[in-house]
């Protein structure tokens, strides 16, 4: 058996989802999934610590041992790609300090691993995210289901190893 947290950084809305996978299996099962989010009433420093205690309680509940983060892509706003950059420092720290090992996924090997199309859209990733696995369809938050996507990416990395 193995446990995934995928994240999907950002801080404003951060999407987190544990996936497990037992030997034998065809299917993850999606443990637990959220957007969480938090106040731009708050300043950005506490903004990132509730983000640091949030993943830190994920990670004491669920007991992942590896975390799939996806890596940044450069956007035109500076000011935000560093924000989130900020915010997946704190993820990562977090799930280093418990022991987790860590795995970086592009946006193109999320698609590919998802969809097996490297330019797959919003829609596409999606669409697969609702086959590859069982979830609710209440299950919308775009944030929610790309750290399902990106768990799935290193589940399908780390079998390839």
């Given at each position: 058996m193995i446990r995934i947290l995928g994240i999907d950084p950002g801080y404003e809305r951060l999407g987190i989802a544990v996936l497990e996978k037992n030997k034998g299996e065809k299917k993850e099962k999606v443990l637990f999934s959220e957007c969480f989010k938090t106040s731009a009433k708050l300043n950005f420093s506490e903004r990132l610590f509730l983000i640091g205690e949030e993943v830190k309680k994920v990670i004491s509940k669920y007991?992942?041992?590896?975390?799939?983060?996806?890596?940044?892509?450069?956007?035109?706003?500076?000011?935000?790609?560093?924000?989130?950059?900020?915010?997946r420092g704190v993820v990562i720290y977090e799930a280093v300090s418990t022991g987790l090992k860590v795995f970086e996924a592009s946006p193109p090997q999320i698609k590919i691993a998802?969809?097996?199309?490297?330019?797959?859209?919003?829609?596409?990733?999606?669409?697969?995210v609702k086959i590859l696995v069982d979830i609710e369809k209440s299950k919308t938050s775009d944030d929610e289901l790309d750290a399902i996507a990106i768990a799935l990416t290193a589940f399908a990395c780390l079998k390839m190893k």
């Open positions: 007991k992942p041992e590896v975390l799939s983060i996806e890596t940044l892509f450069l956007n035109t706003n500076q000011k935000t790609v560093m924000q989130v950059a900020e915010a998802t969809t097996g199309y490297g330019r797959a859209n919003k829609e596409q990733i999606t669409k697969m």
